[in-house]
């Protein structure tokens, strides 16, 4: 076949749809990028979405102006991460604010406008990423970067993390040098974990994670009232907080007092000291309410490795799972997932509370994906820069190493090597009914209590709490962030 060199390039897209639904997939639409276009025609927005652009900044600063303004907010009307990110895919890769004047006729703020350009400079990317366009993704990248900052504002921070995470991508496709930054801390296997004292207090200043700990201590009371010797078998120990919550209940009990409160942690040799370490902690904390307790930790060098038979059980123990954001990181291997629950059903709990992220990031679709995950983590980092000040060094450690192992993971791999997924709980409930899992309504005690702690944290106004179905789901302003769920096997 005779080729044409007068022939034009596919141009790529110029949005991405934050709302966009359909599973389409381009793997036929991907030319080999062999240079650039000649030229590329400028990009110009209708006035109706200049109105349309209007109208959405107005409603959404409307719906924080719903409530009284609170004086930990420096500026109650500033529009979320999130809405930056919702606006920035709604109105395409290039910015709608040409005119000099244009940001005070909107109603958006000077640093708003330039948010929304940065992150439409960043889709703009992933979408080049996606169709192959690798050398004109990489141009924006360098803008990205030059605009983004891991110490700025939520959004220069967030772009920061997903431009890093898509150059890498872009890298391995090309099979280039891996990013060296990427390359020192993309493993993450000896970084600081959430664990030490210092950090527990930075998740004390975060409304849905207190709130969540408590509604699920509630629960585990509610379920155990009537044991004297009570096992937990915590599969995902990082930070030992919320037992001190359940110890201090147990050891005020009036009636039925504790012979014994015994704590597994199941966990993989990575994290085998830092366990360590909060089992001195809860120790001391148990002798200073008298309560008889015993801490073991089960090290395994990879949870496919659970069996029943690791966990040392009494006849007369009342045992209780506590499974907090492990479970979707089996998403991508579903025998290790299965060997988990049936494992954990041959032990015979007497309930299993499973907590994790509410946000459907599981698309094979690259671009599907790429967008849920920056929504999900813009509240993330919203959150914390209305709880946190933006130079506290736990802070930077949370985003710089934790968020970012997560970012990294979900954007740079594919297949089974992409095991940072997640599944709102409405996809969960099918996959638990297999293995006979019958979900529990959490308690009107466990929701009073969530609300409780969560309106004592100076942002908790932000935070709301709902019930979806029999569990609890909580959220960030306006955007649901995690699931509690409690269940019993029949």
Same mark, same amino acid.
């Given at each position: 076949?005779?080729?044409?060199?007068?022939?034009?390039?596919?141009?790529?897209?110029?949005?991405?749809?934050?709302?966009?639904?359909?599973?389409?997939?381009?793997?036929?639409?991907?030319?080999?990028?062999?240079?650039?276009?000649?030229?590329?025609?400028?990009?110009?927005?209708?006035?109706?979405?200049?109105?349309?652009?209007?109208?959405?900044?107005?409603?959404?600063?409307?719906?924080?102006?719903?409530?009284?303004?609170?004086?930990?907010?420096?500026?109650?009307?500033?529009?979320?991460?999130?809405?930056?990110?919702?606006?920035?895919?709604?109105?395409?890769?290039?910015?709608?604010?040409?005119?000099?004047?244009?940001?005070?006729? +909107?109603?958006?703020?000077?640093?708003?406008?330039?948010?929304?350009?940065?992150?439409?400079?960043?889709?703009?990317?992933?979408?080049?990423?996606?169709?192959?366009?690798?050398?004109?993704?990489?141009?924006?990248?360098?803008?990205?970067?030059?605009?983004?900052?891991?110490?700025?504002?939520?959004?220069?921070?967030?772009?920061?993390?997903?431009?890093?995470?898509?150059?890498?991508?872009?890298?391995?496709?090309?099979?280039?040098?891996?990013?060296?930054?990427?390359?020192?801390?993309?493993?993450?296997?000896?970084?600081?974990?959430?664990?030490?004292?210092?950090?527990?207090a930075l998740h004390q200043k975060i409304p849905f994670i207190h709130g969540i700990q408590f509604a699920a201590m509630q629960q585990i009371v509610e379920n155990v009232a009537s044991a004297t010797k009570v096992h937990v078998i915590d599969l995902r120990i990082r930070c030992e907080a919320h037992w001190t919550i359940l110890m201090q209940t147990l050891a005020e009990r009036d009636t039925l007092r504790i012979e014994l409160l015994k704590i597994t942690a199941v966990t993989t040799n990575d994290y085998k000291k830092d366990c360590e370490e909060s089992c001195?902690?809860?120790?001391?904390?148990?002798?200073?309410?008298?309560?008889?307790?015993?801490?073991?930790?089960?090290?395994?060098?990879?949870?496919?490795?659970?069996?029943?038979?690791?966990?040392?059980?009494?006849?007369?123990?009342?045992?209780?799972?506590?499974?907090?954001?492990?479970?979707?990181?089996?998403?991508?291997?579903?025998?290790?997932?299965?060997?988990?629950?049936?494992?954990?059903?041959?032990?015979?709990?007497?309930?299993?509370?499973?907590?994790?992220?509410?946000?459907?990031?599981?698309?094979?679709?690259? +671009?599907?994906?790429?967008?849920?995950?920056?929504?999900?983590?813009?509240?993330?980092?919203?959150?914390?820069?209305?709880?946190?000040?933006?130079?506290?060094?736990?802070?930077?450690?949370?985003?710089?190493?934790?968020?970012?192992?997560?970012?990294?993971?979900?954007?740079?791999?594919?297949?089974?090597?992409?095991?940072?997924?997640?599944?709102?709980?409405?996809?969960?409930?099918?996959?638990?009914?297999?293995?006979?899992?019958?979900?529990?309504?959490?308690?009107?005690?466990?929701?009073?209590?969530?609300?409780?702690?969560?309106?004592?944290?100076?942002?908790?106004?932000?935070?709301?709490?709902?019930?979806?179905?029999?569990?609890?789901?909580?959220?960030?302003?306006?955007?649901?962030?995690?699931?509690?769920?409690?269940?019993?096997?029949?």
């Amino acid at each position: 076949m005779s080729s044409d060199h007068h022939q034009p390039e596919p141009q790529p897209p110029t949005t991405i749809s934050a709302n966009n639904e359909e599973e389409q997939s381009h793997q036929n639409q991907r030319p080999e990028e062999t240079g650039e276009p000649k030229k590329e025609k400028p990009y110009s927005f209708p006035v109706t979405t200049l109105k349309l652009l209007s109208s959405y900044a107005s409603s959404s600063r409307k719906a924080r102006e719903g409530g009284k303004e609170t004086d930990h907010q420096s500026d109650a009307r500033k529009l979320s991460t999130m809405d930056i990110i919702r606006l920035a895919s709604r109105f395409g890769s290039f910015s709608v604010f040409m005119h000099p004047y244009s940001s005070g006729l +909107l109603g958006v703020s000077e640093e708003e406008e330039k948010d929304v350009e940065l992150a439409q400079l960043l889709l703009s990317a992933a979408e080049n990423t996606e169709y192959q366009y690798f050398d004109r993704a990489k141009r924006l990248l360098t803008r990205c970067e030059n605009l983004a900052s891991e110490k700025g504002n939520p959004v220069q921070r967030i772009v920061y993390y997903f431009a890093e995470a898509l150059r890498e991508r872009i890298d391995r496709k090309t099979a280039r040098v891996k990013n060296k930054k990427a390359e020192e801390h993309g493993g993450c296997t000896s970084l600081p974990l959430v664990t030490s004292l210092p950090f527990m207090a930075l998740h004390q200043k975060i409304p849905f994670i207190h709130g969540i700990q408590f509604a699920a201590m509630q629960q585990i009371v509610e379920n155990v009232a009537s044991a004297t010797k009570v096992h937990v078998i915590d599969l995902r120990i990082r930070c030992e907080a919320h037992w001190t919550i359940l110890m201090q209940t147990l050891a005020e009990r009036d009636t039925l007092r504790i012979e014994l409160l015994k704590i597994t942690a199941v966990t993989t040799n990575d994290y085998k000291k830092d366990c360590e370490e909060s089992c001195k902690r809860l120790h001391s904390f148990a002798n200073s309410f008298n309560l008889p307790f015993s801490f073991k930790v089960v090290s395994l060098s990879d949870m496919k490795g659970m069996m029943a038979e690791l966990i040392d059980t009494a006849p007369d123990e009342t045992i209780v799972v506590y499974a907090p954001l492990i479970l979707s990181s089996m998403i991508s291997r579903p025998d290790c997932l299965d060997g988990l629950i049936r494992a954990i059903r041959s032990l015979k709990p007497a309930i299993m509370v499973v907590y994790e992220t509410e946000a459907e990031i599981n698309s094979p679709l690259f +671009l599907k994906r790429f967008m849920e995950a920056l929504l999900h983590f813009s509240a993330f980092f919203d959150c914390l820069e209305d709880c946190v000040q933006r130079d506290n060094k736990y802070r930077l450690i949370l985003e710089g190493f934790h968020l970012r192992e997560a970012i990294l993971n979900m954007v740079v791999k594919d297949g089974e090597e992409w095991t940072n997924r997640s599944m709102r709980i409405d996809a969960w409930r099918p996959i638990f009914a297999r293995f006979g899992m019958v979900e529990v309504e959490l308690s009107e005690s466990s929701l009073y209590q969530a609300s409780l702690v969560v309106k004592q944290c100076p942002c908790g106004s932000l935070c709301t709490i709902d019930k979806n179905g029999k569990s609890l789901i909580f959220w960030w302003k306006g955007s649901p962030l995690l699931s509690l769920s409690t269940w019993k096997f029949s």
